[in-house]
């Protein structure tokens, strides 16, 4: 399995022993209590919505970590389009650590599946033009790495993952620092002086602010909140000498117009945290 560079085995199973102290306990006691340990049986994952599925690579990791000897049959792949019905796979082994581990596979799949619909959603509507979809820093704290990793699976992009692998400089820094010239000028240094190769991206919120971040040669300017009028009059004048990345509140209904001002990228939290919990569910096979 390919990861995205910011997944690692370790940090998978770091998230996974976590989730499990969380969940489990000192044990599972509703299923130690009436079903026997040697008990072998066998469920399947029923698709109960519409859109993309995401988190079944997961879902294969976090059996196999509770209980090795789980078997499973796949019949779907992450990143399949999916509808009402379709079955994804089947798991046969303990019955226990089936149940066990019911719960916080849902949890994953239904949230991951969600934000690859959703971003799946977003990337068609804005076909035909040259707008890339990104996520951003809208996440769970501590299901940054699955969020971000499905809105991959839904074909979307990931914006920078955390505060340490770019500089976004944005309006509150530039405030706190004094202009934009002064803000991009001392993080040059910064950046010389650290030995860091990083990009740079400044948030404008006008025209005169788009000039000045210009003038200061960065990688990216960020047009926070524009109208469409303004996005237009933004794109033309910067005329690719640098990316654009339009920002603010941007959700299905308006990326389309957005995309089509000629922007390089829309970066919309919306495809993380409002996206709806995709409906699954583990079911016995009898």
């Not at 000897?69 to 009402?84: A, P, S």
């Not at 035909?128 to 820093?137: E, H, P, Q, S, V």
């Not at 240094?189 to 990083?198: A, R």
């Given at each position: 399995m390919n990861f995205p560079k910011y997944i690692t085995e370790e940090k998978l199973q770091q998230f996974i022993r976590q989730a499990f102290l969380e969940d489990v306990g000192d044990g599972d006691h509703s299923t130690l209590a009436c079903v026997p340990y040697d008990s072998i049986q066998e469920a399947e994952l029923k698709i109960k919505d519409n859109g993309i599925i995401a988190g079944i690579e997961l879902a294969k990791i976090i059996f196999d970590t509770f209980?090795?000897?789980?078997?499973?049959?796949?019949?779907?792949?992450?990143?399949?389009?999916?509808?009402?019905?379709?079955?994804?796979?089947k798991i046969k082994g303990s019955s226990q650590s089936i149940l066990t581990c019911e719960r916080l596979v849902l949890n994953c799949m239904q949230r991951m599946s969600g934000i690859a619909t959703y971003a799946n959603q977003m990337m068609d509507l804005v076909k035909?033009?040259?707008?890339?979809?990104?996520?951003?820093?809208k996440t769970t704290p501590n299901f940054r790495m699955l969020e971000k990793w499905a809105v991959l699976i839904g074909g979307a992009e990931n914006h920078r993952f955390g505060l340490y692998d770019m500089v976004m400089l944005k309006d509150n820094h530039v405030d706190f620092c004094g202009t934009i010239t002064k803000a991009v000028s001392q993080t040059k240094?910064?950046?010389?002086?650290?030995?860091?190769?990083?990009k740079i991206e400044v948030e404008t919120r006008n025209l005169t602010e788009v000039k000045e971040a210009l003038e200061a040669n960065i990688d990216v300017i960020m047009l926070d909140n524009f109208s469409i009028e303004q996005l237009k009059e933004a794109v033309t004048f910067i005329n690719h000498r640098v990316k654009t990345e339009a920002s603010g509140g941007i959700t299905k209904e308006s990326v389309r117009e957005i995309a089509e001002t000629g922007v390089d990228f829309i970066s919309s939290g919306a495809i993380i945290h409002s996206a709806p919990n995709f409906d699954l569910s583990l079911k016995a096979i009898k």
């Open positions: 209980d090795p000897d789980l078997k499973i049959e796949q019949f779907l792949n992450d990143g399949d389009k999916v509808q009402f019905g379709d079955v994804a796979f035909g033009t040259n707008a890339k979809i990104l996520d951003t820093r240094e910064y950046l010389k002086t650290n030995h860091l190769d990083l």
